[in-house]
């Protein structure tokens, strides 16, 4: 039944079952959980790396914006010299070299006064060349001048760059002619060459609108030294972040190529006033570099939270299991009898109470057992010396207490068998009472029984332990006397019974007396149970013949001295 239940069906052990839903309740949402926030995190951190890219480029902004605007004050300053002015509108009338001199001195004057300054040059008002604090420049014809106001623009310049405001000189409402102050705009090369925050692929783009409209790179480029002023972009690549600064568009662009193809994330700046386009970028492999790291990190702790939830699992499962397990083992015990163990409470609370209820049964069951035991063998004693007294009764004979015959022949078997196994000798006496029939006849039968009685008593008396009385018959005897001599047995009979013939019984104030004959046999190498005693029982036969009150062997009576000088004594010879 056991066997049938055991194999019906999937079985799983307790712990196992508590293990594999400890980790499907813990560890498996524990990790979809962490694949979601490494998901989470990693748009996270690309819309931080975004966000990082707009404020760098807002600030850029704000600094080109605000140096550039430094230059345009510095301009206006020098442009707002009346004298130099009139100076000018003076040389459309007369040129004088003293005139022209005049216009140079305040030039230089002004030109000592600010700060990263090329030249200053005055033009006329067809934008000819009149005068300059640099002679190079007094060869070029100023280029589709401003109107109104200043127009700031990039020029490149040896190794440097410069940044030129051209602004109209005005006196009395006349325009007199064309003031062109140049700087060096160590400040944008400053910028590029700042990239903290960009990581190694990161880099600043400044264009500006070439004469066809593509965009042209106005600084040096980081994997281009060379570009700037010859490198363009063509105006059709709108999806190349430099497109979008100059179209006006300030905006995060994901995956968008930069000048050499590579995919970035960029942020594009337009700067209106001076028409011109910054971008700030890095390369995403570099972002997914970083989000790689991000991700390992991740993974690792992933694996250690997800290895420590196992760990719990396995720890709790135990936990939870193993008590159970115990008490498992333990009823096993008990079941198969074993009272002797205790279980130790562990583990949970219910665990240790069941434990504690489960103590307590067997304990009283143990008690049970043993007081059955006790019972049992109590029970066992009772029965053996019931077994011994219906065996003493099997074999003694109900009247006197003596042996009876069954228990005789079954010892005068093992006796005659010892005797010619030791080759010692064996006597074997048959003792029958005389006139007994007259006893019982005078007396009564009860008083034939306290005659057998105390007969029984006196040959239990003068016997030895090693003899063996038995009635066999309603008043004969058998003696059985191992290992005596011929003589010593003769005496000792002979005793035996003048001994009877002297008892004076009392039975309700009658005195009675009673004799007995006795056949004495030895027993032979040839002789069987039946035989010895068919001898003993001849040798009776002749002393009941001879008259009773006998001992007599096979030869005939036998008589003891000590029996002739007793019985000469009664008869008075
Ligand atoms: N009271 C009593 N008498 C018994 C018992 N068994 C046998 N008897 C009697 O013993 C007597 C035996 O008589 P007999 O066989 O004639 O022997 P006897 O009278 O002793 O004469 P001899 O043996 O020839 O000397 C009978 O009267 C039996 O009834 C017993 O258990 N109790």
Redesign the pocket.
């Given at each position: 039944m056991a066997d049938k239940n055991k194999n019906s069906g999937f079985t799983i052990k307790l712990k196992h079952l508590l293990i594999v839903v400890f980790i499907f309740i813990s560890a498996v949402p524990l990790f979809f959980s962490l694949q979601y926030l490494n998901q989470y995190a990693q748009n996270q951190y690309r819309e931080q790396v975004g966000e990082k890219l707009e404020a760098l480029s807002l600030i850029a902004k704000q600094r080109i914006l605000t140096s550039v605007a430094r230059l345009e004050d510095s301009a206006a300053l020098i442009a707002s010299r009346t004298q130099m002015r009139a100076y000018l509108a003076q040389w459309g009338q007369q040129q004088s070299p003293e005139l022209l001199e005049q216009i140079n001195k305040i030039i230089f004057d002004a030109s000592a006064a600010v700060p990263h300054l090329h030249e200053i040059s005055l033009y006329n008002n067809e934008g000819a060349p009149l005068t300059s604090t640099i002679e190079a420049s007094l060869e070029e014809k100023l280029l589709s001048p401003p109107v109104k106001g200043t127009k700031v623009q990039a020029e490149p310049f040896e190794n440097s760059l410069l940044l030129t405001a051209v602004t109209p000189l005005i006196l009395d409402r006349k325009k007199v002619g064309y003031l062109k102050v140049a700087f060096f705009a160590d400040f944008l090369l400053e910028l590029i060459e700042e990239r903290a925050g960009l990581g190694t692929t990161g880099e600043w783009l400044i264009v500006t609108r070439s004469a066809e409209g593509h965009a042209l790179f106005v600084t040096p480029l980081k994997y281009d030294k060379n570009a700037a002023f010859t490198r363009i972009i063509d105006k059709a690549q709108i999806d190349i972040p430099t497109t979008q600064a100059l179209l006006g568009n300030e905006i995060l662009m994901d995956q968008a190529p930069d000048y050499m193809g590579q995919p970035v994330m960029a942020y594009t700046r337009y700067l209106p006033k001076q028409d011109w386009g910054l971008v700030v970028k890095m390369h995403e492999s570099e972002i997914a570099q970083l989000t790689v790291e991000f991700k390992r990190v991740l993974l690792l702790l992933e694996t250690v939270i997800i290895a420590l939830a196992v760990i719990i699992g396995v720890i709790v499962s135990f936990y939870i299991a193993m008590p159970i397990e115990r008490l498992r083992s333990f009823t096993q015990k008990v079941s198969s009898g074993d009272y002797s163990h205790n279980v130790e409470p562990s583990g949970w609370l219910e665990a240790k109470e069941l434990t504690h209820s489960f103590n307590t049964m067997t304990k009283s069951l143990r008690d049970l057992n043993e007081n059955l035991l006790k019972k049992v063998e109590e029970r066992t004693q009772e029965l053996d010396k019931a077994n011994q007294r219906l065996l003493e009764l099997a074999n003694k004979d109900e009247?006197t207490g003596v042996n009876n015959r069954r228990y005789f022949e079954e010892r005068l078997g093992q006796e005659i068998k010892r005797a010619k196994r030791n080759g010692s000798s064996l006597a074997l006496v048959m003792l029958?009472?005389?006139?007994?029939?007259?006893v019982?006849?005078t007396w009564g039968?009860?008083a034939?029984?306290q005659v057998?009685k105390t007969v029984s008593q006196k040959l239990q008396y003068c016997l030895r332990d090693t003899d063996i009385i038995a009635r066999i018959g309603?008043?004969e005897f058998c003696l059985v006397m191992p290992d005596g001599s011929y003589d010593g047995v003769i005496a000792h009979l002979e005793r035996i019974r003048i001994d009877i013939a002297a008892l004076k019984i009392i039975y309700e104030s009658h005195d009675i007396s009673i004799s007995c004959s006795m056949g004495l046999a030895f027993c032979r190498e040839s002789d069987t149970i039946q035989s010895l005693m068919e001898r003993a029982d001849d040798a009776l036969y002749l002393s009941?013949n001879a008259g009773?009150n006998k001992l007599s062997d096979e030869n005939g009576v036998v008589q003891s001295v000590m029996a002739s000088n007793t019985e000469a004594k009664k008869t008075g010879e």
């Open positions: 009247l029958d009472l005389d006139y007994f029939k007259v019982n006849d039968h009860l034939g029984d057998l309603g008043e009941k009773r």
